[in-house]
C-alpha cells in the first residue's frame, strides 16, 4: 500500500490515510482507510509504502487492521 495523503478530523477525534495498492492499481484509485490508531497514523510517512492489511463491513468505511514497514534487503 503506498500512502498519498494522510488526515484527521477537525476534532483530532478520527484520523485517516488515503493510500492505493501500487502493485495493482493507479493514485487515480487511491482511497480513504480510517487508522484507529493516532501512533501508528503518526509513523506513517506519505509516498511510503507498506505492508497492510484492511477490512470493511457493510457500508463503514475501510479499518486498517495492520501495517508494517517494507524491509529492504542490502544486496550481497
Known sequence: MKIM????SD???EYWIKAYDPNNDT???????????????NLMEENKEYFTTYSKEGNYPW?????EQIKIEPQK
Open 63 to 67: 479499518i486498517l487492521d495492520q501495517i
Open 11 to 13: 476534532n483530532y477525534k
Open 5 to 8: 495523503e494522510k488526515g484527521h
Open 27 to 41: 493514485e487515480e484509485d487511491a482511497f480513504k482507510i480510517v487508522v484507529n490508531e493516532e501512533m501508528a497514523w
